[in-house]
């Protein structure tokens, strides 16, 4: 087995990998008690279901993302010679709480990860300065380090994540891998896979037999060796992340095969496995859960309940970097299928796989089009191809709350990982344009429905008064408790509202207060007042 990485992708991939799983971060001590790392017991409820369940034991967590780039603008070329964007993983406060030598160790991870990404950027640019010629008026060589998180299964057992790298540094062809980490929800420390694998020659024995099947046409010419000696010794550490139904263990580039063979990946479902699997982290798992799937990557589950494995892969194409979608494909088991559509305008997709309560699989594709305006496309995933599309004018909530003002700005963005419980938003004008959002479950059809009755604000609006005027202050229940007398200068800060009749919003002293809309249309009234005559500095995106 060799590792014939070249020599300048091997030293970015040990630097970004420092923090991964090729070399693992040192985890916190467990120094303290976490008392608070259990859900509220409900065992002794009658009546429990599958959803209750959900909502208890699924994490909750976002992404925090930044970019950088270099460009270039000359009378021949205009456009980047060199970009770099990342994304780490961080627990939304109340888990943070719940569970904090697991936030610990995230957020460990995350300010590792983000200094090496910088660190290999810098290289990275520094290449293509050297490498940019401003009178080549063909020159298309862009520099780009791209490193994302996917989480696979986030439980109060296991949190498994899996950071996709890509980078093209020159050459004939660029680079892509995944390090998947995975890590006990309670401690915060990184699971092993000999913790996992109770018979290790077994194993392998059979991922080689499934690598065999799966890669049939690729086998004589291009794998080398499987005995995985150096696995087994644990010379090289076996790549792998913990699913809610099995493990996929995962052979990057170079590692067991020629480039031209891709990332070989092979699945190890509990079900089948059960006698070298150990039990513990797979007989209390959510019977529904979602997963965040990156581009060209295949995750095999049962899609039908009929005991066999499937492939799934949802890929989507842009014609460059700079233009909006223009194909997606779906690969079923195998067998394509294209989507095109000229009204599909996203610039941006992110592809959610959700095994719903109703034991049917679904892809959520959210995507980003003009004035970052979100819609939901939603596709059934069946065994022989993909069911009727359906859109509906929804996005994925980006929970920009968990961070004070003091903080200052910070690009995060929310995630789907459970049917049951998605913060999900729309665009509204009825306090200045902002996204408001509630939450949501996956119905019966497959599509996001929801039993709540108002909509909290995603967007940060503090807004000074311009003008005295006579409002009532609420309770959280929306009952009037008082009068108050709104004077300029005054700041509010929207905090709820059901989208038609009324805007809630809190005073510095934490008081509710209700404004009455009077239009659901330009121009947007507060009773029967101008809201640009109310407050100043309120913003409408055209």
Avoid at 136 to 148: F, G, Q
Avoid at 483 to 510: P, Q
Wanted: hydrophobic content about 35%.
């Amino acid at each position: 087995m060799k590792r014939r990485l070249l020599a300048l992708f091997l030293a970015l991939i040990m630097m970004l990998s420092i923090f991964t799983a090729c070399g693992k971060v040192d985890t916190p001590s467990n120094s303290g008690t976490n008392t608070e790392n259990k859900t509220e017991d409900n065992t002794d409820d009658e009546g429990d279901d599958n959803e209750v369940q959900n909502e208890l034991s699924i994490l909750k967590l976002y992404k925090e993302k930044g970019n950088d780039g270099e460009y270039k603008y000359t009378e021949t070329y205009s456009g980047y010679i060199a970009y770099m964007e990342y994304e780490v993983l961080h627990l939304m406060p109340e888990d943070a709480e719940k569970y904090p030598l697991l936030n610990e160790t995230l957020n460990n991870l995350a300010d590792g990860v983000i200094a090496n990404v910088k660190t290999i950027f810098a290289d990275a640019k520094e290449a293509a300065l050297n490498d940019f010629d401003p009178d080549n008026t063909d020159y298309s060589m862009v520099y780009n380090i791209k490193e994302d998180y996917n989480v696979r299964r986030a439980d109060e057992t296991v949190l498994s994540i899996a950071q996709q790298y890509e980078s093209f540094t020159g050459g004939a062809h660029g680079y892509y891998a995944t390090y998947p980490d995975n890590y006990d929800t309670k401690t915060g420390k990184l699971i092993d896979f000999k913790d996992v694998v109770t018979d290790i020659d077994k194993a392998y024995e059979r991922i080689g037999e499934a690598i065999k099947e799966k890669y049939a046409d690729s086998i004589d010419m291009f794998l080398n060796d499987l005995s995985f000696t150096e696995y087994k010794n644990n010379e090289y550490p076996q790549l792998f992340t913990i699913d809610y139904d099995g493990i996929t263990v995962i052979y990057n580039p170079y590692d067991i095969a020629a480039y031209a063979v891709g990332q070989v990946t092979v699945k190890l479902s509990y079900e089948e496995n059960k006698d070298i699997l150990d039990e513990k982290y797979f007989t209390d798992v959510p019977a529904s859960y979602a997963i965040q799937l990156s581009p060209y990557e295949e995750y095999t589950m049962d899609i039908d309940g009929d005991g066999e494995l499937d492939t799934v892969r949802i890929s989507t194409f842009f014609p460059t970097i700079y233009d909006n979608v223009d194909t997606i494909t779906f690969v079923i088991n195998g067998q394509p299928t294209d989507v095109k559509d000229e009204e599909l305008y996203a610039f941006q997709i992110s592809t959610f796989l959700i095994k719903a309560p109703s034991g049917k699989v679904y892809a959520y594709l959210e995507c980003i089009g003009m004035n970052d305006y979100a819609t939901l496309n939603v596709f059934e995933i069946k065994k022989d191809g993909i069911g009727k599309r359906a859109e509906v004018d929804l996005g994925i909530s980006d929970p920009s709350y968990v961070y004070d003002v003091s903080d200052g700005y910070k690009w995060i963005q929310g995630i789907i990982l459970n049917p049951n419980d998605m913060r999900l938003e729309h665009r509204t004008d009825v306090f200045g344009t902002s996204h408001i959002s509630k939450k949501y479950k996956v119905g019966e059809d497959g599509l996001p429905v929801t039993d709540d009755e108002v909509y909290l604000f995603d967007s940060r609006l503090d807004y000074t008064a311009k003008k005295e005027m006579k409002i009532k202050v609420v309770d959280e229940q929306g009952n009037e408790t008082g009068d108050y007398d709104l004077k300029a200068g005054d700041h509010v800060y929207a905090y709820r509202t059901d989208g038609e009749t009324f805007v809630d919003a809190k005073l510095a002293d934490g008081r509710i207060v209700r404004f009455n809309l009077t239009t659901k249309e330009w121009p947007y009234l507060i009773d029967g007042i101008d809201i640009e005559e109310i407050f100043e500095d309120v913003i409408f995106a055209g």
